[in-house]
């Protein structure tokens, strides 16, 4: 059985984070999908609107998820790969190379990392984006 992980912040659940779930999932057997806390997502980017909790939630009940794992780390080690049996990581390309490196230097050190397109034209700062347009 071929695992596979990836973390999200997984904030307004919108499509797009499910075609990038269903992306990941036709990778392996079992996706497993790790949710990063709301402390370490705002120490990255901004803090999230939904609660981990909330966010946890909404990808639970997403049809190409198989297990969630609340407050994942930002960056993990092979220690993390190990307890999970993880077998492929994965995240969008929305990062630069040096971002890849920098966050997933285990996984692509040890070969196992990849990397899945976005899907274009929607994202949770389009949404809020749209909000702040449209209705402030």
């Given at each position: 059985?071929?695992?596979?992980?990836?973390?999200?912040?997984?904030?307004?659940?919108?499509?797009g984070?499910?075609?990038?779930?269903k992306?990941?999932?036709?990778?392996?057997d079992?996706?497993?999908?790790?949710?990063?806390?709301?402390?370490?997502?705002?120490?990255?980017?901004?803090?999230?609107?939904?609660?981990?909790?909330?966010?946890?939630?909404?990808?639970?009940?997403?049809?190409?998820?198989?297990?969630?794992?609340?407050?994942?780390?930002?960056?993990?080690?092979?220690?993390?790969?190990?307890?999970?049996?993880?077998?492929?990581?994965?995240?969008?390309?929305?990062?630069?190379?040096?971002?890849?490196?920098?966050?997933?230097k285990?996984?692509?050190?040890?070969?196992?990392f990849?990397?899945?397109?976005?899907?274009?034209?929607?994202?949770?700062?389009?949404?809020?984006r749209?909000i702040?347009?449209?209705?402030?």
């Amino acid at each position: 059985m071929i695992r596979v992980y990836t973390d999200m912040v997984a904030d307004l659940f919108h499509y797009g984070h499910v075609e990038f779930l269903k992306k990941a999932r036709a990778l392996g057997d079992y996706l497993l999908v790790g949710i990063c806390g709301d402390d370490v997502v705002a120490a990255h980017k901004k803090r999230p609107i939904l609660t981990m909790e909330e966010r946890v939630a909404s990808i639970a009940k997403c049809r190409y998820v198989d297990e969630v794992i609340p407050n994942a780390p930002w960056i993990f080690d092979p220690a993390w790969i190990e307890l999970h049996k993880i077998h492929i990581v994965v995240h969008g390309d929305d990062y630069s190379q040096e971002q890849f490196e920098y966050y997933y230097k285990v996984p692509i050190e040890m070969g196992i990392f990849r990397s899945i397109p976005y899907t274009k034209g929607i994202s949770t700062s389009e949404i809020i984006r749209r909000i702040r347009e449209r209705h402030l």
